[in-house]
């Protein structure tokens, strides 16, 4: 019997402070499967997961392979064994190359020792065609785009030829272009007899792709299903334990002022001589929510460090409430009535060796709500403070206000974000990629935060991968093509298939000045 399984994790039990992660849980990987991994933020997956690829240790339980106990004390015994992993939060060195981080650890070195670049990187050109993962070998890691950050891990787990291939939220930083291409790549690589596990919070991947799989709940066992034999409610049902509505529910837009204006707005790239945006110019009113749509890479990053302060226009203004913040700090944006849910939680949202508590003040610890006239922080007001936070936003941790950020799940750790931004009442909201990573509990609840922001008379500027997002949570979509605004819709005389032509740069249309 045991035969059939590639990997089996067997009762496995997993503690952290405050925490049982993984409570006896088994999993069972057959040969030449797609396995996918599903449950709420904080479930335990990424967690077993790392067990698995050695990160971590368990308190009890097995491990085998073909059959065969084995111990995996870290990565470099995952590796010996032919697991790979890619991670929710990427392992890749910032300054070094594409080519580098691929080949890190792996160095095909001549006998003298001196490193065989060339080889390696004919070889990452082969993969990258065969599978169609696109990637600038030479590009240094944090000049590129998320997307393509996820893309060289994959390579770098096809590159060391693992025949037990992890994908931990694979999909959450790609666009649906992106995706599809990725469902093949899985697979064709599970045709070419490698097992894979796939964690995802997006159930419609799951049975798009996945021949079984696993739902946990709080650390637990919940059961292990055929993918063809259920359904998304069902599944969704199992995963968060009642039945979810995967539909925002909102009445009319009420516009009001104009509370962000970007006018010729002009932001130099980093990675390459040309602009990355190029000339955009638009308006976001109060009450209601504008989504700028298009595929990863075009601009939408460096349009919201433009407008959020992170890199400084080239040209063009941005005004917030009729007042020019083209030249303001960032937090002089922050006290001016702007809220910022980055990209990048981790670079830009969250400094990962502070509590919980002190996230959730990062932007207000100033203020004398935190701190008293001698500067030292009040310690009692900033825990009332971030437990009520954590009550309302249902942000879990091990220990509370008091627990390291870095060791929460990224779904919590952008929840933390959400409620930080959203408490401080903004007049403008800047989310972008809001729900990524989150299970679908919890974008059903981030969604409606977004619709009580508007419906409260506040501007979203919402910036979605998510075709679904894109088409069901804003009041206006603005497509985004090789950094300019080459179309405007409204999502209901609109579907995916045109928006889809305007985000490859098939068809534009001039956009309408909203007055």
Known sequence: MDEQFAIEMLNITKIFPGIIANDNITLQLKKGEIHALLGENGAGKSTLMSVLFGLYQPERGVIKKDGVEVKINDPNDANDLGIGMVHQHFKLVECFSVLDNIILGVEPASKL??????????????L??????????????????????????ILKMLYRENEILIFDEPTAVLTPQEIDELMRIM?????????????????????????RCTVLR?????????????????????????????????????????????????VASKVHSNDAVKDVSFKVRAGEIVCIAGI?????TELVYGITGLEPAKKGSVKLNGKDITKASIRKRNT??????????????????????YNLILQTYFNSQFTDKAGFLKRKPIREYADKLIEM???????????????????????????????????????????????????????????????????????????????????????????????????????????????????????????
């Open 218 to 266: 709080k650390g637990k066992y919940i059961g292990t299903v055929e993918t063809k034999n259920t359904t998304v409610e069902e599944l969704s049902a199992m995963m968060v334990g009642r039945n979810v509505n995967f539909h925002v529910e909102k009445k009319p837009a009420n516009k009001g002022d104009v509370v962000l204006e970007v006018e010729g707005l002009t």
């Open 128 to 153: 990258s065609e065969k599978y169609g993962l696109h990637v600038e070998p030479d590009a240094i890691i944090e000049d590129i785009t998320v997307g393509m950050q996820q893309r060289t891990e």
């Open 336 to 357: 001016s009535g702007m809220s910022h849910i980055p990209e990048d939680r981790h670079k830009h949202g969250l400094v990962l060796d502070y509590s919980l508590e």
């Open 113 to 126: 020792g001196l490193l065989k670049k060339d080889e390696a990187r004919r070889r990452i050109v082969d």
């Open 187 to 211: 697979k064709s690589l599970a045709a070419e007899g490698k097992s894979i596990l796939f964690i995802s919070h997006k159930l419609n991947e799951i049975m798009a792709v996945a021949d």
């Open 393 to 515: 936003y249902d942000i879990r941790s091990g220990q509370g206000p008091i627990t390291a950020t870095r060791s929460m799940s990224g779904g919590n750790q952008q929840k933390a974000i959400i409620a930080r931004e959203i408490d401080k009442n903004p007049d403008l909201l800047v989310a972008v990629q809001p729900t990524r990573g989150l299970d679908v509990g919890a974008i059903e609840y981030i969604h409606k935060q977004l619709v009580a922001q508007r419906d409260a008379g506040k501007a979203c500027l919402l910036i979605s991968l998510e075709l679904d997002e894109v088409m069901d949570l804003p009041d206006r979509i603005l497509v985004m093509y090789e950094g300019e605004i080459v179309g405007e819709f409204n999502p209901k005389e609109t579907d995916e298939k045109e928006l889809g032509l305007y985000m490859a740069g098939a068809k534009r249309r001039a956009v309408q000045d909203e007055n």
């Open 296 to 300: 990863d890479g075009n601009g939408q």
